[in-house]
């Protein structure tokens, strides 16, 4: 048996695997600490990369080291798309989005958005509707749970508030789901609203639901439970069959209303475009665009104040440089700030940033050879493996980050003269790097050409976009105006907070 079964596979020599079981008996034990024993296993293997085999799974590649990200993202990007076994598993709720889609389905999207992403007219429709949340909602909340001494779980404050956000981006809908009115922050809608609220909710559902498809020991058994229609499978199509109704309802109206519409939502956007979409596309769309903003920006925004509850010293520097900005600029008695504010505020971009290395909201990323291969460090990948970039572990990697990588040190960011200093993205890959770059970070995919000298040619109007870019170039970025809630009339989160946030 051992004969016939002997692998040609070439496994780190830190990370060999069980004769058919593979590396199954290794992860069982640390199946719920999957982060941190990913890492110890990446920071162990002589070039922070390893192959992994789970019976009944293809095997796959894992790495956290920043030139063999850089050749599966960028260098031999067309050889990684994110494939089947990916798109398999989201597929039911994501359709054929942004975020699930691959070749000419992606690059339209692509297109489309990241041109949207870099008007003006947009970004100003960002922060208007940011401001409008923090003024009229997340500041009443987080005054009255203060007054009142209560409790709260504050990530889910920070899911209830990003929703609110991206449906208003991305939908032109507003579905108030961080209604001040509510203690708890669970929306109490009248019979009006019902179905924004019971949209909120499945939404939430569904996108939980399908994440937890990943993490079956035994791959594809979600795909039994499917058959059957039973437990989390069939609360799954529940949610996912109320998020498409609604979805269905908001774009055929939003078609109707087409010739006389002044709407500056994304949705708007792509039925105004010149491409004939159907409905069915549009709201694949939508919804990779409401996932993509939501859980990323309240788990950005819930870890950054986790952080900051133990550090009073990089509270106090934030509130410093706060201050000082808004002094030089018009005093001190107006609530919210425009982009060129926080452009200035270069303490505060760092210590967001190293929160996001240590905590980053979209831990592991993965894509699928098309031909074999070999990657810079030598490590073979066979067609159809899998590849993931571990984005957790790389912000850990004493390579990647010095002795020192384990702390919490937003200085790291800051140039001798003061100013925030970015990272290359394929050592940084919190925002993901290449041509699939997040488009909801600041710069955008600017930031990417630099790094990655790609001209997005064929999907970019040079001329408009430049016409319509600020003067500095600076996008709209949800958090930093989430983050800065607090601040306005001078009040501390954390004193608001003390230790019971909920992480
Ligand atoms: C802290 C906040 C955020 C983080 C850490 C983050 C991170 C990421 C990552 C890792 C990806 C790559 C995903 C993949 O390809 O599998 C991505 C893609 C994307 N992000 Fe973000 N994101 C954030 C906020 C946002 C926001 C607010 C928006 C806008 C609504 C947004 C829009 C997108 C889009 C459209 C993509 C797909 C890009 C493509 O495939 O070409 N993101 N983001």
């Not at 909602?137 to 508030?161: A, K």
């Not at 991206?166 to 019902?194: M, W």
């Not at 937003?410 to 925030?420: K, L, N, V």
């Not at 790094?451 to 996008?475: A, L, N, Q, T, W």
Request: net charge neutral; glycine share 6%.
């Amino acid at each position: 048996i051992w004969k016939r079964t002997k692998d040609p596979i070439v496994y780190s020599p830190t990370f060999k695997p069980y004769p058919l079981a593979g590396h199954l008996p290794r992860y069982l034990p640390n199946r719920n600490r999957v982060a941190d024993w990913l890492t110890e296993v990446l920071a162990a293997a002589p070039t922070n990369t390893v192959v992994l085999r789970i019976p009944g799974d293809v095997p796959g590649v894992l790495t956290a080291n920043p030139a063999n990200v850089e050749y599966i993202l960028r260098t031999n990007f067309d050889n990684y798309p994110k494939g089947g076994r990916f798109s398999d598993i989201v597929h039911d709720f994501l359709g054929i989005g942004i975020f699930n889609a691959d070749g000419e389905t992606w690059r339209v999207q692509r297109k489309t958005a990241s041109f949207e992403f870099n008007t003006r007219s947009l970004r100003s429709f960002v922060v208007q509707c940011v401001n409008q949340e923090i003024q009229t909602r997340l500041i009443l909340l987080l005054e009255r749970v203060s007054t009142n001494g209560q409790v709260i779980d504050l990530q889910d404050v920070f899911e209830r508030f990003a929703f609110d956000n991206v449906c208003k981006v991305s939908f032109g809908l507003d579905p108030n789901y961080l209604n001040p009115e509510s203690t708890d922050g669970l929306a109490q809608h009248n019979n009006g609203e019902n179905s924004r609220t019971s949209f909120s909710e499945a939404f939430r559902n569904a996108a939980n639901l399908s994440a937890g498809r990943f993490w079956y020991a035994i791959p594809r058994f979600w795909k039994i439970k499917k058959f059957f229609n039973v437990g989390s499978e069939r609360r799954l199509s529940e949610s996912i069959a109320t998020v498409h109704n609604f979805a269905d309802q908001v774009i055929r109206s939003r078609k109707k209303e087409k010739q006389t519409s002044q709407n500056h939502d994304l949705l708007s956007r792509f039925v105004a475009s010149s491409g004939n979409y159907s409905d069915k596309f549009l709201r694949d769309i939508v919804i990779s665009f409401l996932l993509a903003g939501r859980e990323t920006t309240s788990s950005a925004l819930s870890w950054f104040f986790w952080i900051l509850s133990s550090r009073p010293d990089v509270e106090a520097k934030i509130l410093d440089e706060i201050h000082a900005v808004r002094a030089k600029n018009r005093g001190t008695e107006k609530c919210g700030y425009d982009f060129e504010e926080l452009k200035e505020m270069h303490y505060l971009h760092a210590a967001l940033t190293e929160s996001m290395r240590l905590y980053p909201p979209v831990p592991v990323n993965s894509a699928q050879a098309l031909k074999d291969d070999v990657l810079p460090d030598g490590t073979q990948i066979k067609n159809n493996w899998f590849i993931s970039y571990n984005a957790y572990a790389m912000g850990r990697m004493e390579a990647n980050w010095g002795k020192d990588c384990r702390e919490y040190r937003p200085e790291r960011w800051i140039h001798a003269d003061g100013t925030f200093q970015q990272e290359s993205p394929y050592k940084f890959t919190t925002f993901h790097a290449g041509p699939m770059m997040c488009l909801g970070k600041e710069n955008g995919v600017h930031s990417d050409e630099v790094h990655s000298g790609i001209h997005f040619g064929p999907f970019c109007d040079g001329d408009r976009r430049k016409k319509e870019m600020s003067p500095k170039g600076y996008v709209a970025h949800a958090p930093h105006e989430g983050r800065l809630a607090g601040s306005c009339e001078g009040k501390k989160l954390l004193e608001v907070f003390p230790s019971h946030l909920c992480v």
